[in-house]
């Protein structure tokens, strides 16, 4: 059982910026593809982005291009997610995930951080 513990969630401006940090117990860690995803209050959880094994490639929402951020340290068993510019629509839960090659969750989750932007 892979282990996503996540870290770095809190209350920010508009504008401001935070960062995502997700903990993998995991030692192939570096063969996982990984993403986060996130849940606002009464929404579904959608996909956030998403980011290959290697690094090479990456894929976001269009509600988030531009602004953030996904990236690994495979020797650090830890994924990130830099996010810039926040806007108060980007509050909510965020969950960091084990995801397939077509970006889709692959069932391990992690217990998820509260992120707040304040107008």
């Known amino acids: 059982q892979v282990r996503l513990t996540e870290f770095g969630g809190g209350l920010v401006q508009a504008g401001g910026s935070l960062r995502l940090s997700c903990a993998v117990s995991e030692r192939t860690f570096s063969s996982y593809a990984m993403g986060w995803f996130r849940q606002a209050p009464g929404k579904e959880r959608e996909f956030v982005a998403a980011i290959s094994w290697s690094g090479v490639r990456t894929n976001f929402a269009n509600s988030v291009k531009g602004r953030f951020t996904i990236s690994r340290d495979n020797g650090e068993n830890t994924l990130y997610l830099q996010m810039n510019n926040l806007k108060p629509e980007d509050t909510a839960v965020y969950y960091c995930?084990?995801?397939?090659?077509?970006?889709?969750?692959?069932?391990?989750w992690g217990q998820g951080t509260q992120v707040t932007v304040s107008s």
């Open positions: 995930a084990t995801v397939t090659t077509t970006w889709d969750p692959a069932g391990n």
